[in-house]
């Protein structure tokens, strides 16, 4: 084991039980963090984090930009080793940032995917779901997704008591990213499926042992739904209507966003629904031509109507 990885293990620690990070953002941390110390001992054994300068941090970063790293993912790096330092210093085991002076490599504007509202609306009405527990548990996870643009990291977090089902206030109680809890309203259409779907989620496990037994979405064998399965799904699903090769549970998102946006949202409006913290994050779907919007999404979204 790096002589790196005990300071890296504590940051670790710190992020999920003081920040509530989610397990998949802990993971990014870990192998940023952890490809970094492997890179920067590497340049000079024996190295501590104290030791760690700038010049060393700009030289770790023409490293991976010479072996072909996106700059995407290089300024996630980046980003991982700014969040640590910045856990050292309050803790007190060093006296700078060396990232800080760093400059991020420029990444290329990328517009986001999304996908179209006949699309979905073939997906809803014509994909062959099965007749049973798991069946009805995917096509409501994505209602959901679509009709509230949550996060995928969200979504498996839902327990059934963060569900609100009266009438004309329907709504999502959501923890986000650092913990941050926000109130997500949905129409009459995920209402009524929520409703179905919690009634035989009650029927199907009436009798069995769960380990949480307050999940909102469980697997047959009594768990939370994991991101590897959620991530599965989706792209089987989404297959089967569309052509586009990125098919992922933030492919709906962006699908939310681009339809409330297109039918006249606010910027600041969607950007609470999102929970982006900044509404320049919200903002990169108004670079979707309006023209093309107005004749993708013919009706107001989210369908309100069941």
């Avoid at 509202?117 to 995917?138: A, I």
């Avoid at 129409?187 to 999940?215: C, I, K, N, S």
Wanted: hydrophobic share 40%.
């Amino acid at each position: 084991m790096s002589p790196l990885q005990p300071w890296i293990d504590d940051f670790l620690l710190y992020m999920q039980d003081q920040r509530g990070c989610s397990p998949r953002t802990r993971d990014t941390y870990r192998i940023s963090l952890t490809d970094c110390a492997d890179v920067l001992t590497a340049f000079r054994p024996g190295l501590t984090w104290e030791q760690v300068d700038t010049p060393l941090v700009r030289r770790w970063v023409a490293w991976m930009s010479e072996r072909g790293y996106a700059p995407n993912t290089i300024n996630r790096s980046l980003a991982s080793l700014r969040s640590f330092f910045k856990f050292l210093l309050r803790e007190g085991r060093v006296l700078v940032d060396p990232a800080r002076l760093v400059r991020n490599p420029k990444a290329p504007k990328r517009l986001p995917t999304f996908v179209q509202e006949n699309e979905m609306d073939r997906l809803f009405d014509h994909y062959p779901f099965s007749d049973d527990y798991v069946g009805l548990r995917d096509r409501t996870i994505l209602l959901l997704l679509y009709h509230t643009g949550v996060r995928a990291a969200e979504l498996l977090g839902l327990n059934t008591g963060d569900v609100e089902l009266t009438r004309g206030a329907a709504h999502l109680r959501v923890t986000g990213k650092g913990n941050k809890q926000r109130i997500v309203p949905f129409g009459e259409e995920l209402r009524q499926a929520l409703l179905t779907y919690l009634d035989y989620r009650a029927e199907t496990f009436a009798d069995a042992v769960l380990d949480e037994p307050h999940a909102l979405f469980l697997t047959p064998r009594c768990r939370r739904l994991a991101y590897s399965a959620l991530l599965k799904m989706v792209r089987t699903t989404l297959g089967a209507v569309t052509t586009q090769k990125k098919r992922s549970p933030h492919v709906l998102r962006h699908s939310f966003a681009t339809a409330m946006l297109a039918h006249g949202a606010n910027l600041e409006s969607i950007q609470q629904l999102l929970g982006h913290e900044r509404v320049d994050t919200t903002a990169i779907y108004t670079h979707i031509p309006d023209l093309e919007l107005k004749e993708i999404y013919a009706k107001a979204h989210p369908h309100s109507e069941g």
